[in-house]
């Protein structure tokens, strides 16, 4: 969840910074391509000038992504790495002796 949040943060950042560049790209790009179908033109037009959409989408992408992703994660993490754990760690390991005990106490 909080991946999907800073994913959001630097995509709405990150589109603030590039707006006139993607403007002018998809501009070029439906201009220059004549066989472009009049639905994806359409659609261009409506993602350059309603950028939210694109963030909206994004973020339940990476929502659900990230939940698949990070746990498959730390399924094989586990997997992998978890003899290599040293005891000072809480990894395996023998207990230190007991004291010698002394029987007339």
Do not use: K
Not at 12 to 31: E, Q, S
Not at 60 to 65: E, Q
Not at 86 to 101: D, K, S, V, Y
Request: hydrophobic share 50%.
């Amino acid at each position: 969840m909080i991946g999907a949040v800073v994913y959001l943060i630097v995509s709405i950042l990150a589109n603030m910074l590039l707006a006139p560049l993607r403007d002018g790209f998809v501009g070029d790009f439906t201009r220059s391509t004549r066989d472009l179908p009049p639905e994806a033109r359409q659609m261009l037009e409506m993602l350059a000038a309603n950028p939210s959409i694109g963030h909206v989408f994004g973020f339940v992408m990476m929502l659900f992504a990230g939940a698949v992703f990070a746990t498959l994660g730390g399924v094989l993490g586990a997997a992998f790495f978890r003899n290599d754990v040293p005891p000072a760690l809480g990894g395996p390991g023998e207990p230190p002796p007991l004291p010698p005990q002394n029987p007339l106490s």
